[in-house]
């Protein structure tokens, strides 16, 4: 049996403003949605979906999704220009983890956690390299920990 995440659902508390938030940082594509009774809009990100639903919902702070980008500079300049980097939940809204995989933190407009990540740090630009935090930075790691990898296809 295969199995693979076909989608995730995110509150958004201006469902406008959060699918201009995804449109705008990840190129998401709107697609037909079906009527659920309240404001839902389904996104395309690939071969997955993002279902934002129109909630007052208040997200915890540690909850995430984790999504695959093949360059992460224009990623992260719209979420610059946005204001929407997150330094609370993980130290740092850019951090490397063992394996060479660079992750971007951030909010969307409802203060939802979204992770963003590549691999090669030494892709970054020197601007973005020079606030780049390693997660060893921050709590100290076996051999065995530093091994671990995050699956992100190439």
């Known amino acids: 049996m295969s199995s693979r995440i076909n989608h995730v659902s995110v509150n958004a508390c201006d469902l406008e403003a959060s699918v201009d938030f995804y449109v705008d940082l990840l190129g998401a594509e709107r697609i037909a949605t079906p009527n659920f009774g309240l404001p839902v809009q389904w996104l395309g990100l690939g071969r997955t979906q993002l279902h934002l639903f129109e909630k007052d919902v208040q997200p915890t702070s540690h909850h995430h999704l984790g999504i695959t980008v093949d360059d992460l500079e224009p990623v992260y300049r719209a979420a ?15 951090v490397e983890l063992p394996g060479d995989v660079v992750q971007l933190y951030v909010r969307d407009p409802a203060g939802n956690l979204v992770e ?39």
């Open 80 to 94: 610059e220009r946005r204001g929407a980097f997150d330094d609370q939940a993980f130290k740092n809204h850019l």
């Open 116 to 154: 963003i990540d590549m691999k090669g740090a030494d892709r970054l630009p020197d601007d973005m390299r020079a606030v780049l935090k390693q997660l060893w930075d921050f709590h100290d790691h076996t051999e065995e920990q530093l091994t671990a990898r995050l699956f992100v296809p190439e």
